[in-house]
């Protein structure tokens, strides 16, 4: 049973592009969660999703940030319009629908020049 | 919104000693408490959880107690070892929301 998976492992955007982030949970989770973290800080949640479903982003900025999870493929964080305060590791975690136990991928490190 | 907070930030011990890391919490509503160790560059890894329902709970060396009148939970290192070095952050959530809200971390480090 694979491991939560999260591509790509580093990326490097310039300001005012987009980035992409990719997170395919472990098999038979059916619940994600996104987590920001700068540098040599705490992890901060961002959002909360089930399949098609946005159930708590209240952790997500309200402009340039969204999140989805659609019925087939991965959870997609998509930060439109990038700014250096983007620059962090973000991390997907899942768990399945019985527990509160999350499982960490091995997360995105945000480069914005 | 709930609050973690974690002492200390770091940690120094020798080889063989213990170590232990406090954190509060703010929301009553929080029944889930797991900690996560998170080595350079990599992951944060589950070592331990517990639920509101019970005080304590062993796994070998690693040991976590919980209070929940007073609302803080520790973690306890025994018998520590150099590759115990890394960050630990504890973490906070009620069965509602089931979103983490984490403490700050605290930097272990384990003199050889």
């Known amino acids: 049973n694979a491991g939560v998976m999260q591509n790509p492992r580093h990326l490097v955007r310039r300001r005012g592009q987009e980035a992409r982030l990719r997170c395919s949970p472990m098999k038979g989770h059916s619940h994600v969660y996104w987590y920001r973290q700068l540098p040599e800080e705490g992890l901060k949640f961002m959002v909360y999703l089930q399949k098609e479903n946005i159930i708590d982003e209240s952790g997500m900025p309200k402009e340039r940030f969204s999140a989805e999870f659609p019925k087939e493929g991965p959870s997609i964080l998509r930060i439109q319009q990038v700014v250096r305060g983007d620059s962090a590791a973000y991390f997907c975690?899942?768990?399945?629908?019985?527990?509160?136990?999350?499982?960490f991928g091995p997360g995105t490190r945000l480069t914005v020049l | 919104g709930e609050n973690v907070e974690q002492h200390p930030s770091t940690l120094s011990v020798q080889e063989g000693d213990s170590a232990v890391i406090k954190c509060t919490y703010s929301d009553s509503a929080s029944n889930y408490f797991p900690w996560y160790k998170q080595e350079l560059g990599k992951r944060p890894q589950l070592i331990i959880d517990i639920r509101s329902n019970v005080g304590e709970k062993k796994d070998q060396r690693i040991a976590v107690t919980l209070n929940k009148t007073a609302k803080h939970f520790s973690l306890h290192i025994t018998e520590t070892q150099p590759e115990d070095s890394a960050v630990y952050f504890c973490a906070a959530s009620d069965t509602g929301r089931r979103a983490l809200t984490f403490g700050s971390g605290t930097r272990l480090q384990v003199q050889p």
């Open positions: 975690a899942s768990c399945p629908v019985s527990t509160d136990t999350q499982y």
